[in-house]
């Protein structure tokens, strides 16, 4: 079963490859109808908020879904579903510095470094997300409220044992 596990994550991985490939094309604008340009984003807003991933490496087409919580208390909530259709329930805490958000899983897992960024747009709000050292990794996501049949039927990460899960953050 782990072999089938690691064939699958594999896959998974060449496909987010593939997309990451795709999406680096500089004269794509935004991968939204190119709304999504440097002059709409500024460094003065707030992460506090629920949270979907719309958008990952200039490309509305997503391998992955993910829901984010953030929360006043500094405390974080990622619901994501990578290779099935299981919702996996992480949580930790996060701060932020400037325009640097970071992360730690529940589990000492510490996240990637990202630069925050808000739109300037007021509807819909978002925040883009670009990993430290890593320009071309850029997650946009819009203010939305976690369906409730989500945060219900999500799995606990500490009960997913059966299948090696990426971490998206």
Partial sequence: ?????????????AILALFAIVACNPNKGGGNGGGNTDSTWSDNGSPIG???LTEWNGSSEL????????????TFNLYQHTLSVLWV????TFSLNGSTLTGVYSDGTKWNDYTIKYSNDSEPKQIKLTRKGDAEDVGIYTATEIPANIIDQATEATNVRSIVIERFL
């Fill in 50 to 52: 629920e949270w979907v």
């Fill in 63 to 74: 391998p992955m879904g993910a829901y984010l919580r953030l929360n006043e208390d500094n």
């Fill in 1 to 13: 079963m782990e072999a089938t596990a690691m064939k699958i994550s594999k896959i998974v991985l």
């Fill in 89 to 92: 329930h992480y949580k930790g």
